[in-house]
């Protein structure tokens, strides 16, 4: 092997490329970007380290397509065929592998991105299996040209592949990478090639020339090539061909023209098919050179070929291609406007005879200018139906505009357009293309531009009185979706026109049907009122309508739009028919999401009227969403299973599924995967769950409820004083009431602890007629417990407790017949705290029951959520008169006072030793591959670090109790006024006489004017 096989100058970055393979073979997957200018010598990397990595690896190689022409997914394919996996282990994955020929069927955003989805999670598989029996080194080539599905593949596969033993190896122009690329390659380890040394270059030089050249030459050469490799080989190969080493001033100063000199020697012949060639692509097509070159047969183009390969412009055989991308660039460069249009036909329409790839035969004609534009729109929309059967929505958009431009021109036949029926064709033709442009767009998830081409489509349509294309573009807007409580005056205005021309056209009855459920559920989902009499009226037009069509599927959709405006709390019973319809229609058409959806509504139904038929109900509509084959449906079970687990009284598990819903749904896109959790994650907090953080802008419908939500888990664990802190003042009129029953329970948790007696009276006047129901949100989303627990809660906190006993009771008995273990017994527990205290026992009284504090004074009994200024007031009351120091309430030990460490030095030395254990541990765990058991010894390091902060002062100094003294002091303070304060909420006389009996300082002590006599437990 001479040096310049050895990568001259490359030692260190080849051997730290092989560090990279070798911790993959050890079962840590790597990623690894080399990156740097063209000809710096990164696919020449890539290619020793595929030699030196041996054949213990299964290598898998792809290159990226410049420009246009390309599938999606272009590299992946490649890769995937590599592989040699069968069809039947391709499973999503074999949609890259796709004829070219193949269809799209129609899907909406959220199947795009869950088709996109389960494609990924398919390609990892595929690269698990492999790995299962070998390291596996993927290698990608050219990536500043890769296409954006492929990019967020490749990071999607970086973090699926990481406990796996796959090395994934890309190589990429850093002047040329797009925004995407370069933050795709920040998730990895970068290699990044520089310009060799002088002395580099030298020895580079000699390797090449057989000689050592003259200092003056290899000191010109590196200062021409900038220490390239590939600008060295080729000024080395020009100086060879002048045949002297001693006219230094000869060496070209551009590449450029280096390379131009090179292909200078070529016959003509020669350089006329190169020209071909490098506006046919990278790849060097023998057959189609020879069918659209004007070279003639096919043995002279491989006899032109040869003359090529021989001065180093082409290599390989099969198939050729040029030696560097930087020979076809330097060739596409030299040529003329013209001439580049015309070979551009001429590859084009030979594609065309040969039934290539839409794409690229799109992609030659549109480059060929206006004579072949019908068949580039032709193609274009061809190309875009391509790319979105293959996921390529990115694709598919860029060919729509395409085509739309096509349309704009206005040349395609100047003599036409001007007769009616050809301008008519026209205009359809631009709205056809414009929703299914806007369709595409809606699958890439810009929502904002899908409903800007809705609306061009909608205003060709009106212009052109196309009736059908405007309903089209309307229902197109209608499932673009907004936030529950917007306001689409647009889209409401826009759905009126479309049902009024409709009729007057005497349009079809399922579409007829199809846009009255648009404007229902725009009307149903679009308001913060509830539905009124024309809702309701519209949505059973739309079913009479659909039933006239005799269409299932558009009779199904109108029951659902019927639901939907009946759908207000307390309308179960009534809404039970419609879902049993709904659900006849869905299985007679056969569209399995609705039937599924129609199951889903049934469950909430039961549930809400606390029928226990309502949970099998619910288990099956888990399993139907499972088996649905997508990855929506996925999510959907995941949530409704967590729902299922919170009424079954498993809180940990209800947790963990909704963890792994909300990972699952944000990688999907789907809509309401953050609020799916944070209701479910939120009824949880009353079973000690921790709550997400709530994160919400001033344009979320919820906005005004923000306050309520976010002291909601504080409420719910009892800490008063934090969820009236959250509360603050806090407003009943901006109670969301499209939420249905949901906001009102929220608030009634709240309230309960930490509300005034105005807020609790206002919210248990409008939960009591739903008594003996149940709180479930949406589509069983969350189960939010009965009712009657919430006006328990409420009328304990304004004092009536024969009311409370009596709903607290009820909620009970509905939670155990529903199943609910976990509500029946909060349910219970509140029972027994207000029975905890019989008629006949002493007036005054403190007592703790369940983590609620029942006060009894003056012959008043009230209760409140516990509290630590609760805590610390019948600590005082229990010592009878006597001090007590403020560090003993705070907790501390006081075995001596006056200056001694919180931490003597054996406490000290013992921290210290199970740190340095726990960082040994760390470092194993992390060796090991288990990121798990790393976390938790980081938590427990990060628990101990934190501690030994508390007890060290500045410069690392013991920080003495006394330091502590005057903060305890503070701390105390402030929480017994909050408890006080409390008590005066609801017995202001027993806060009057603590505020009076109550001395608080260093030392704190209970002193009334007149002895009590309090019992405490």
Known sequence: MSRADRLIGRESALAAARSVLDDARRGAGQFLMISGEAGIGKTAMLAALVSQAGPAPLVLRGFCWEGDGAPPYWPWSQV???????????????????????????????????????????????????????????????????????????????????????????????TEASPGLLEIAGQAQQLILAGLAPEDVGALAGELAGTTLPAQVTAQLWQRSGGNPFFVRELIRLLLAQGSWHQPAQIPASVTETLRRRLARLSTECVHLLEWAAVAGRDVDVALLAHGAAVGQEPAVLSLLDEARQSGVIAGASPPRFTHDLYRETILGGLGAATRAAINLSVGRALQ????????????????????????????????????????????????????????????????????????????????????????????????????????????????????????????????????????????????????????DGGPLALRSRVLAALTRTLRHGSDRLPDAEITQVAQLAARLAAAANDAGALATAKLALHDAMWVPGSAAGRLPVIAEMLAAAQASGDDDLVAQARLL?????????????????????????????????????????????????AEEAARLGEQALELGLAIGEPDAIGCFCTSRSALAAFGVTEPPIEMGEADPLWPMFPVLKAWPYAARGE???????????????????????????????????????????????????????????????????????????????????AAEVHFRSAAAMHERLGAAGWARLSEQALAGLQ???????????????????????????????????????????????????????????????????????????????????????????????????????????????????????????????????????TVSARVRDAVAKVGQVHPELADHLRSSLRMGTLCSYAPADPVNWKLS
């Open 80 to 174: 995937l065929q590599a592989s040699g996996l069968p069809a039947a282990d391709l499973s999503e994955a074999g949609w890259l592998l796709l004829p070219a020929s193949a269809s799209a069927e129609p899907m909406s955003a959220v199947a795009a991105g869950d088709a996109r989805f389960r494609l990924f999670e398919a390609v990892a598989r595929c690269f698990g299996r492999l790995a299962a029996g070998r390291p596996v080194l993927v290698v990608l080539d050219d990536l500043h040209w890769a296409d954006e599905p492929s990019l967020r593949l490749l990071g999607f596969l970086a973090r699926a592949l990481a406990a796996e033993p796959v090395a994934l190896v890309g190589a990429y122009r850093d």
């Open 836 to 970: 905890a205290v019989p008629a006949d026992r002493a007036a005054s009284e403190m007592r703790l029951v369940n983590g609620v504090r029942m006060l009894c004074f003056a012959g008043r009994q009230v209760q409140l959520p516990d509290t630590k200024g609760l805590g610390d007031i019948a600590a005082l009351v229990r010592a009878r008169g006597a001090d007590v120091h403020v560090l003993t309430l705070v907790g501390h030990r006081l075995a001596r006072m006056g200056a001694d460490p919180v931490l003597d030095e054996q406490a000290k030395a013992a921290y210290r030793a199970r740190l340095a254990a726990l960082a040994r541990d760390i470092e194993d765990a992390e060796d090991a591959g288990d990121p798990e058991r790393a976390e938790a010894l980081r938590s427990e390091r990060d628990a101990l670090i934190r501690e030994l902060t508390v007890a060290v002062g500045l410069g690392r100094r013991d920080r003495k109790l006394g330091d502590e003294t005057e903060r305890a002091r503070k």
């Open 602 to 650: 049934h469950a909430a139904a039961l549930l809400e009227l606390g029928d226990p038929a309502g949970r099998d109900e619910l288990l099956s509509y888990v399993s139907l969403a499972g088996r649905l084959g997508h990855a929506r449906g996925r999510w959907s079970a995941l949530t409704r299973q967590a729902t299922f687990a919170q009424l079954a009284g498993r």
């Open 353 to 504: 005879a040969r039934s290539g790839p839409a794409a690229r035969v799109a992609t030659h004609l549109l480059a060929a200018g206006p004579q072949a534009r019908p068949d580039a729109l032709e193609y274009s929309l061809l190309a875009a139906r391509e790319a979105t059967a293959r996921l390529g929505h990115e694709d598919a958009c860029a060919y729509y505009l395409r085509a739309l431009d096509i349309i704009s021109e206005r040349d395609i036949s100047e003599h036409s357009i001007s007769e009616p029926a050809a301008a008519g064709a026209g205009a359809a033709k631009r709205v056809e293309i414009l929703l299914e442009l806007a369709a595409s767009l809606e699958r890439t998830g810009r929502s904002d531009l899908a409903a800007q081409r809705f609306g061009e489509a909608a205003d060709a349509s009106r212009a052109a009185a196309d009736a059908v294309g405007l309903a089209r573009a309307a229902l197109g807007i209608q499932t673009l979706g907004y936030r529950s409580g917007a306001q689409p005056a647009v889209l409401l205005d826009l759905l009126r026109e479309v049902s009024r021309r409709l009729e007057a």
């Open 720 to 802: 008063a004083a934090a969820a009236a802190a959250a509360l603050g003042d806090f407003s009943v009129l901006d109670i969301t009431m499209w939420t249905g029953l949901e906001a009102l329970a929220a608030a009634a948790v709240v309230f309960a602890v930490a509300g005034s007696d105005a807020q609790r009276r206002w919210v248990y006047a409008r939960l009591r007629p739903y008594a003996g129901t149940h709180v479930v949100v949406g589509g069983c989303a969350s189960y939010h417990a009965a009712v009657d627990h919430h006006l328990g809660a409420l009328a304990a906190s304004l004092g009536d407790t024969a």
